[in-house]
C-alpha cells in the first residue's frame, strides 16, 4: 500500500499541515478607560498577575466551571488586575439610574443621547 498523504514543503511529517507556532507569551487585546492593553492568555500567565488569594479564588471557579465557560472565566480573571471591573460598576451604576447615554441601539449604530436634566 503505497502512501498518498500530502507533504507540505519544508514538513518533515508526512501526515499533513502543522499548526503555526504559538507565541511565547499569548496575549488578549481589549480597550480600558480608552486604551488598548494586552492581557494575559494562558492560565499560568492569568495566575501570575494575580494576587495569591485571587489566583486561589481562579482556581476554585476553574474547578466547578462548565468547559463551555472556561475562555469566558479566564478573560475575566485576566481583566482582575486592570481598572475594567471598576469601569464596568461605573457604567451599571450609571444605567441602573436610567442614563443610557453613549449606549448604542440593537436597531442602530447611533448613541443615545445623554437624558434631559430637569
Known sequence: MGENRAK????????????????????????????????PATLPTIRAALTAAQAADLDAELARTPALDLPLVLARWALAPTQAAAEDEAVFARLATGDFSDCVAASGDEPRPAPEVS
Open 8 to 39: 507540505n514543503s519544508g514538513d518533515s511529517d508526512p501526515v499533513g499541515p502543522t499548526a503555526p507556532a504559538l507565541p511565547a507569551h499569548p496575549t488578549w487585546h481589549t480597550v480600558v478607560s480608552g486604551r488598548q492593553i494586552d492581557l
